[in-house]
Structures are given as C-alpha cells and as structure tokens.
C-alpha cells in the first residue's frame, strides 16, 4: 500500500498493482495502466534538453520493433537539471519533429521527492513492485514492467533502450 500525503490534506491511496495506477497523457486525458496488461512496459522520464536526448530515437525504434509486446511511455520530467522546461505543446511538438515519436508521452511529473507520482512511487520502492529498491538518478532512467505486472528490472541513463540487457525480455 502507498500512502501518499499532500501540503494540504492526508490522502490515503491503496496501490496494490502498477495496474491500479492511471497518469495523464501529455494532452491530459487519464490512462490507466491496466490498459496495459499482457504487455511489457518500459517507463522512461524523459528531458527535451539532456545529454541523453538523443535516446528518443532509439526509444521510437524500440517502440517499432516491438510495439505487439511492449508499451513505450516516456515520462517528461524537469527535476534534472531543469532540462525539460517546456509546456505540453512544446514537448510533444519536440518529439514529434525531432524524433518522429509516435510512443505514448505522459504529462510532466515528479519522478522523486516530496511530490513523487505514484508510478514512480511503485516502481522506486519493492515493498510495492516486489522486486527491488531504487532511485532515479538522471534523465533517461529505464523501468520495465513485466506483462505480469511486475518490476522486471530498472536500467540507467546510460543504457541504450536497444541494449540486449531491455531486449531479451521481450523476445
């Protein structure tokens, strides 16, 4: 279970299952997690303006090659090095003419910290993913959720998303 507490007021969240998670698009429509089921998942918080920019192509590729068993969701955040300052519109036109993205881009979030996402909540703490503890140390940190729904492993920033290490899971 995760309690998640606001400056404002207690809020008490079960989440027993990344499927019970739902963030918004970078348009700001909900989705849910659960839409996901059957599929792997691979989570990465993303930034127009990093040195590891460039990982967008290979995370498009990726996205290509395996869309039938995996879901790519880039994840823009702007707590490293202040390196995703945009708005919505400007990100997603970023992607879009730089990279021709055509994976899912979630909204702007907190990936660590007093406002930690719940789906970053889950995916940094095993006492909810069952597997392993971490943190997210830069831009372009990797999370792959099994078609189970279980943390499969997290890679970092260095890690090219068409590693064999991401790869073999979802042959």
Same mark, same amino acid.
Request: with cysteine; charged share 20%.
């Given at each position: 279970?995760?309690?998640?507490?606001?400056?404002?007021?207690?809020?008490?969240?079960?989440?027993?299952?990344?499927?019970?998670?739902?963030?918004?698009?970078?348009?700001?429509?909900?989705?849910?997690?659960?839409?996901?089921?059957?599929?792997?998942? %691979?989570? $990465?918080?993303?930034?127009?303006?990093?040195? =590891?920019? @460039? #990982?967008?192509?290979?995370?498009? &590729?990726?996205? /290509?090659?395996?869309?039938?068993? %995996?879901? $790519?969701?880039?994840?823009?955040?702007?707590? =490293?090095? @202040? #390196?995703?300052?945009?708005?919505? &519109?400007?990100? /997603?036109?970023?992607?879009?003419?730089?990279?021709?993205?055509?994976?899912?881009?979630?909204?702007?979030?907190?990936?660590?910290?007093?406002?930690?996402?719940?789906?970053?909540?889950?995916?940094?703490?095993?006492?909810?993913?069952?597997?392993?503890?971490?943190?997210?140390?830069?831009?372009?940190?990797?999370?792959?959720?099994?078609?189970?729904?279980?943390?499969?492993?997290?890679?970092?920033?260095?890690?090219?998303?068409?590693?064999?290490?991401?790869?073999?899971?979802?042959?």
């Amino acid at each position: 279970m995760i309690n998640l507490f606001s400056k404002t007021k207690d809020v008490k969240m079960e989440i027993k299952s990344i499927y019970d998670i739902s963030i918004n698009s970078l348009n700001g429509s909900p989705i849910s997690l659960s839409t996901f089921k059957g599929k792997h998942i %691979l989570f $990465v918080n993303v930034a127009s303006k990093c040195g =590891f920019t @460039n #990982q967008y192509k290979e995370l498009q &590729e990726l996205h /290509e090659l395996y869309q039938d068993k %995996l879901q $790519v969701i880039g994840v823009p955040c702007n707590q =490293f090095g @202040n #390196q995703e300052p945009g708005e919505a &519109e400007e990100i /997603e036109s970023f992607c879009q003419v730089n990279y021709g993205v055509t994976f899912l881009i979630t909204e702007k979030i907190e990936v660590k910290g007093e406002n930690q996402h719940p789906l970053y909540t889950w995916l940094t703490q095993k006492i909810n993913n069952g597997n392993k503890d971490s943190s997210v140390k830069w831009n372009f940190q990797k999370y792959l959720v099994n078609p189970e729904g279980y943390l499969e492993d997290y890679y970092f920033s260095v890690t090219s998303p068409l590693s064999s290490k991401i790869t073999k899971h979802l042959k």
